[in-house]
């Protein structure tokens, strides 16, 4: 089993999602580095988190249907080729453009609705696992 890395960030935002970052960074040649923040967006299925919603009641159901007491996204930010010397301060960009350029949109209090109807979305579009056939 592979150990989870220590949270680099986590907040509980007013809006009810629960954000994490982890560093999975890792050096893959010589001094080279892969620097990596996994940032995963939490929404605990509950109505008072879509209230807002006009189609809150449907949209929860359909998102308990598909995932239970939580939907989750998750996003990765990335940079290649970066030396030793400069992993904290890549680590450092990549969250403070992060933070500048996306966490004031995931803050906002119809946020989780719409993340929601996404993540729906996209599961209605992907390809469904591949079941054997006997």
């Keep these: 089993m592979m150990e989870e890395r220590p949270l680099f960030f986590h907040e509980i935002l007013e809006n009810g999602l629960i954000v994490e970052v982890r560093d999975l960074s890792r050096r893959y040649f010589g001094d080279y580095h892969r620097v990596v923040l996994e940032v995963l967006i939490r929404l605990p299925l509950r109505m008072e988190l879509l209230a807002a919603a006009p189609d809150a ?27 030793g010397a400069d ?25 989780p609705a719409r993340l929601l109807r996404r993540l729906l979305a996209q599961r209605k579009t992907s390809r469904p696992h591949l079941r054997v056939l006997s």
């Design 87 to 111: 992993v904290d301060s890549v680590r450092g960009e990549l969250w403070t453009s992060f933070v500048a350029h996306g966490f004031g949109y995931i803050q906002h209090p119809e946020y």
């Design 57 to 83: 009641e449907t949209l929860l159901a359909a998102a308990r249907t598909a995932w239970g007491e939580e939907a989750r996204n998750d996003t990765r930010l990335e940079r290649m080729g970066v030396a």
